[in-house]
């Protein structure tokens, strides 16, 4: 074991996806809750990133985490009316692309404040 592994906060080898935390859902939820017309998108696992579910409201804006499987993402659509869909089927509406655009243009970047 290197000493790098030993040192806190390390919890997996490099290159290893992160799996999906409880704190991922409760965060979607919430972002859904508040926002209207809320659509998903499964992203499928990658060699480096997990399973995604990106939301995307009515007006564009977005947000992404990580969910254990897409039938777990589809199961949170179920649970929580959101139509989910299957992002390499349909792709990403334009609206998300308008969105980040405009907050580009506009010189912001990051996370938007809530």
Do not use: C, N
């Amino acid at each position: 074991m290197a000493l790098r592994d030993r040192l806190p906060g390390r919890r997996a080898r490099p290159g290893t996806p992160r799996v999906a935390a409880s704190a991922d859902l409760d965060h979607l939820e919430a972002w859904a809750g508040t926002r209207r017309g809320v659509e998903g998108f499964v992203e499928p696992q990658t060699a480096t990133t997990a399973t995604t579910l990106v939301l995307v409201a009515a007006d564009g804006e977005w947000t992404r985490r990580r969910v254990d499987s897409p039938k777990a993402a589809f199961g949170f659509g179920q649970r929580t009316g959101i139509p989910v869909y299957d992002v390499a089927a349909v792709g990403y509406p334009p609206r998300m692309r308008e969105w980040t655009a405009k907050r580009k243009a506009a010189g912001q970047t990051g996370v938007p404040e809530a």
